[in-house]
Structure formats: C-alpha cells, structure tokens
C-alpha cells in the first residue's frame, strides 16, 4: 500500500514538474511575444510620425508650388502686356495706324 502511495506521488510529481517546465516555456513565450509586440507598436508609431510628417512637408510643397505658378502667371501676363504694348507702339510707327483689331 505505502509503495502504492509512494508510486503514485512520484508520478504525481513528475507531472507537476512537467506542467511547471511548460508553464515556464509559456511564460518566456509571452514575455518574449510581449517584446515583440512592444517592439512593433513603437516601429508602428514612428511609421505614424513619419507619415504624418510628409504629409505636412506634402502640404507645404503643395503652398509653396501654387505660391510660384501665382508669381509665375502674374509675370507672364505683365510681360505679355508689355509685350502688348510695344507691338501697338510699333504698329503706329510702322504706318499701320489702326491698332490690333482686337
């Protein structure tokens, strides 16, 4: 009977020592799954930054290109009015007389 008793809770213990190696391993499996984890949120929300961060610099771009093609359209239409203007003075000199029909 004792060694019954004996047999019993040495398997017994053999099992709690298995069930304590497996909930170790589980444990370094979830600390390192938590690294991970943690790992990749901060790569997520550099990702996150840097996106937003172009997207301003985009924006800024966007401004600064209207702000020229603004510059660069207002100064051709002034060269083509002075370009106007040469043509009608020139018009006259030349015994035209009448001016662009337009």
Do not use: C, I, N, W
């Amino acid at each position: 009977e004792r060694d019954k008793r004996l047999a019993a809770s040495s398997q017994k213990f053999a099992e709690a020592g298995k069930v304590a190696a497996e909930l170790k391993s589980l444990a370094a499996r979830f600390e390192a799954d938590k690294e991970a984890q943690e790992r990749l949120l901060g790569q997520a929300e550099a990702a996150r930054s840097a996106q937003a961060h172009d997207g301003r610099r985009e924006a800024e771009l966007h401004a600064e290109l209207r702000t020229e093609q603004r510059e660069l359209d207002a100064t051709r239409y002034r060269l083509l009015r002075e370009h106007e203007a040469a043509m009608q003075a020139a018009l006259p000199a030349a015994g035209g007389g009448e001016g662009f029909p337009f």
